[in-house]
Each structure stands twice: as structure tokens, then as C-alpha cells.
């Protein structure tokens, strides 16, 4: 089974603190993804990497950073917490699926998710 | 911009009969389509995936797409009340190497016993 884990289920911080959350997978997978999710406005991506040391910002990236030093983690950083960044947080990494007859497709495959607090 | 639209919901269908999530997409370049299941409380998880035209059953489940009118849907037949979830419908725009995708803002649905 693809193991995808995530840090911690529930964060509380206050305003200006750094960050941490930490995702990690067990499948040697090579793409990795961070997600924010708020109600009314469904999964969005913050930033992706596929493959170490590379990264790729996604539609929501200001006011956080990432960092892929080994191929099964993938950090998010909030570097100065603020109270909009109070969310659900989903990491996810993708695997191939099926034969699409193109170059194969990818599942993405998501971890528990951190509940972030920022107070 | 490319955008994936849902109807929010909640959709409300009876134990037994058909639940019909439809989806609609902008981009149209879009290569694969997903159907992603999301319980509350818990993170989505992949049940169909569809990139012909036409239908692709699988079990209970029907995904739909017509690339023409750029719409996909999926079909859950006998619905069940472990069937009430977020359906989130997912499109990759193009064949990147990146497989990043977008995301509907998922429609509700609840089977009522």
C-alpha cells in the first residue's frame, strides 16, 4: 500500500511564527504536491516538485516555500504565519495508473492532512 | 484560465436509484479525467479515471466524458448510504511530465435512506 504521511493532524501557531510541515512517502515516488483546502474553494496548489531539489510554484504560492532534499520528503514552510493561511493542509505524491497510451497517467495519492491553526 | 466547474450541492438521492455528478472543464487541450471521493474529515481519494471518449464502468461507478462538449460525469448506480461523500472532479490540461491537475470544488452528495 502507498504511504503518504503527514507530520501532524492538528497545528496550532500564532501570527509570525515559522512553520513546518513535513510529508513524507515510502512508494519512491517522484512527483510530491502541496495542497490547501477551504471551504467554497475546493483543493488548491501551492507548490510541486518533481524531483529532488526541484520545485515549481503552483496557483497559491505566496507567503510559502518548499523544500525536497530527499525524493520521499517534501517540506511546506510557512516562513511568518499568518491568520489567511488557516487551513487544511493535503500533501500528495503520484504514481502511474492504467495505460493511457500516451507517455501513462499518474494517481495522486493523498496523505491525512495537517489542520492548521494560526492564531 | 483553466477552470473545472461542479455544482456545489448537496445533491439528495434516495437509497437505491442513480446519483448523477456532472462536470464541466475550460481547457479544451485536457487530457485525462478524474473522479475523486472525499468522506469528511478525511482526504480524497481516487475512484475513477477517464481519458476516451464514451463510458468506462467500473463496478457501481460510471464515468462519462464527451470531449466535444467538454463535460465528464460520473454515474453511481444502487447509491448507498456510504456513498454520501465530496465527489471532487480533477483534469490534467495538458501531458506534462509534471502530472499536475486541477480540481473542481467538488459537489456534495447525500444518499438518504
Known amino acids: 500500500d502507498v504511504k503518504v504521511t503527514q507530520s501532524s493532524r492538528y497545528l496550532v501557531k500564532r501570527t509570525g511564527e515559522k512553520v513546518f510541515l513535513e510529508c513524507v512517502q515510502d512508494?519512491?515516488?517522484?512527483?510530491m504536491f502541496w495542497y490547501r483546502q477551504d471551504p467554497g474553494l475546493g483543493l488548491r496548489l501551492i507548490y510541486f516538485?518533481?524531483?529532488?531539489?526541484?520545485?515549481e510554484k503552483g496557483d497559491i504560492p505566496e507567503g510559502y516555500s518548499v523544500s525536497r532534499e530527499k525524493k520521499e520528503r517534501f517540506s511546506l514552510i510557512l516562513e511568518s504565519a499568518s491568520t489567511n493561511q488557516t487551513s487544511m493542509y493535503l500533501c500528495?505524491?503520484?504514481?502511474?495508473?492504467?495505460?493511457?497510451?500516451?507517455?501513462?497517467?499518474?494517481?495522486?495519492?493523498f496523505g491525512p492532512g495537517t489542520r492548521l491553526t494560526v492564531t | 484560465q483553466k477552470e473545472v466547474e461542479q455544482n456545489s450541492g448537496p445533491l439528495s438521492v434516495p437509497e437505491g436509484a442513480i446519483a448523477s455528478l456532472n462536470c464541466t472543464y475550460s481547457d479544451r487541450g485536457s487530457q485525462s479525467f478524474f473522479w475523486y471521493r472525499q468522506y469528511s474529515g478525511k482526504s480524497p481519494e481516487l475512484i475513477m479515471f477517464?481519458?476516451?471518449?464514451g463510458d468506462k464502468e467500473d463496478g457501481r461507478f460510471t464515468a462519462q466524458l464527451n470531449k466535444a462538449s467538454q463535460y465528464v460525469s460520473l454515474l453511481i448506480r444502487d447509491s448507498q448510504p456510504s456513498d454520501s461523500a465530496t465527489y471532487l472532479c480533477a483534469v490534467r490540461p495538458q501531458k506534462n511530465r509534471d502530472d499536475k491537475i486541477i480540481f473542481g470544488k467538488g459537489t456534495r452528495l447525500h444518499i438518504l435512506p
Open positions: 512508494m519512491d515516488h517522484e512527483n
Open positions: 500528495a505524491s503520484s504514481f502511474p495508473i492504467g495505460d493511457t497510451g500516451l507517455a501513462g497517467d499518474y494517481e495522486q495519492y
Open positions: 477517464i481519458y476516451s471518449n
Open positions: 516538485s518533481y524531483d529532488v531539489k526541484m520545485k
